[in-house]
């Protein structure tokens, strides 16, 4: 586990890890913009922006979101297994992804407002799962490609599941985007509400570009510690 950083020297040091990472991401200087659609690539890059622990936030096609950790090639052909911190462990959710956006404003000295847009393919629900906001699927994954109710994992004894079975989420539609941990956009409450999946990816760039000029809109308070 991550040890407690007081609030202060993370909003310090986070701005620094979120510029090395896209100074290393494109180390002959910052596009405008960049798309990956090779899925060997997507998950490289996803895999080297969680690289730093919470140097980033992912949003949900729906509500709320987590520190991306990783990427890897899911147990289910041409899926990837995005993986999250959540204390005290780690999500897995799985994606059918059909492009990576990484977003940039020109600004050499900030950049706070760089994001990236993973724009995901429809993956049908298995049926046995619990579907939320149509958007995300919650189930227990036996093995790879098995599957049962998230029931089984809630309500599971000592010896009832094989020893890999665990808690997974398959992402349905629509789409992330990810933002450094500190940014104007991650203070907006309103950010947490998937409001970024109600637009396409260029019209979420001209919002962001509005609210780059406007600096942001209602930003929460800071409260306790990140860690």
Not at 2 to 28: C, G, H, M, Y
Not at 65 to 86: K, N, S
Not at 212 to 220: I, T
Request: net charge negative.
């Amino acid at each position: 586990m991550n040890p407690i950083v007081p609030i202060a020297e993370f909003r310090q040091r986070n701005p620094k890890e979120w510029k090395s990472l896209l100074d290393q991401l494109f180390p002959q200087g910052r596009p405008m913009r960049h798309v990956w659609t090779d899925q060997a690539a997507i998950c490289a890059t996803l895999a080297h922006i969680g690289s730093i622990p919470s140097s980033n936030y992912t949003f949900f096609p729906s509500t709320g979101g987590l520190d991306l950790t990783g990427c890897q090639p899911a147990a289910e052909a041409g899926l990837l297994e995005l993986i999250f911190q959540q204390k005290p462990h780690t999500s897995s959710y799985y994606a059918k992804v059909a492009s990576l956006v990484f977003e940039s404003f020109g600004d050499s000295t900030n950049y706070e407002w760089d994001y990236f847009w993973l724009q995901l393919d429809s993956l049908p629900p298995t049926g046995i799962g619990f579907v939320r906001g149509e958007t995300e699927e919650r189930l227990t994954e036996l093995g790879p490609g098995k599957y049962a109710s998230p029931d089984k994992w809630e309500d599971r004894e000592p010896g009832d599941l094989p020893a890999a079975a665990r808690p997974v989420t398959r992402l349905l539609r629509g789409s992330l985007v990810i933002f450094q941990k500190t940014s104007v956009y991650n203070s907006d409450i309103s950010s947490a509400t998937g409001e970024h999946n109600r637009y396409t990816e260029a019209s979420f760039r001209e919002e962001v570009a509005r609210l780059r000029v406007e600096g942001g809109r209602h930003p929460s308070p800071d409260s306790g510690k990140w860690s």
